[in-house]
């Protein structure tokens, strides 16, 4: 499977933006996804999972009530909804797929994740 992620840019504090990911292969719809974030200097970091049957879906502390992860079967796409964006989310950001298919199954540990996109810059200014 190869993904893509898109969608970023520059954003002031406060500000909203959605990212992309999508996918080659409509097995992506299949398992669980996750977006992950690496900011300057910082090992990568999770942030946010959806599980590929039934929606289920969890996120990191710092963005829990700002960021909201929903996926597009229909379009083999993922989303991450990111709202009253702070200057400690800039980071580049990177969707992934695993192989975990279980219903409401899902993984924050990177180490689940098979495929990778190329990662998309996000920059919140203050």
């Known amino acids: 499977v190869q993904l893509q992620a898109s969608g970023g840019g520059l954003v002031q504090a406060g500000g909203s933006l959605r990212l992309t990911c999508a996918a080659s292969?409509?097995?992506?719809?299949?398992?669980?996804m996750g977006w992950f974030r690496q900011a300057p200097g910082k090992d990568r970091e999770f942030v946010a999972t959806v599980s590929g049957i039934g929606g289920r879906t969890f996120y990191t502390d710092s963005v829990k009530g700002r960021f909201t992860v929903l996926r597009d079967s229909a379009k083999n796409a993922a989303y991450l909804e990111m709202r009253s964006l702070k200057p400690e989310d800039t980071a580049v950001y990177y969707c992934?797929?695993?192989?975990?298919?279980?219903?409401?199954?899902?993984?924050?540990?990177?180490?689940?994740?098979?495929?990778w996109g190329q990662g998309t810059l996000v920059t919140v200014s203050s």
């Open positions: 992934a797929s695993s192989k975990i298919g279980q219903t409401f199954a899902m993984s924050s540990d990177p180490r689940e994740y098979y495929y």
């Open positions: 292969e409509r097995t992506f719809n299949m398992y669980a």
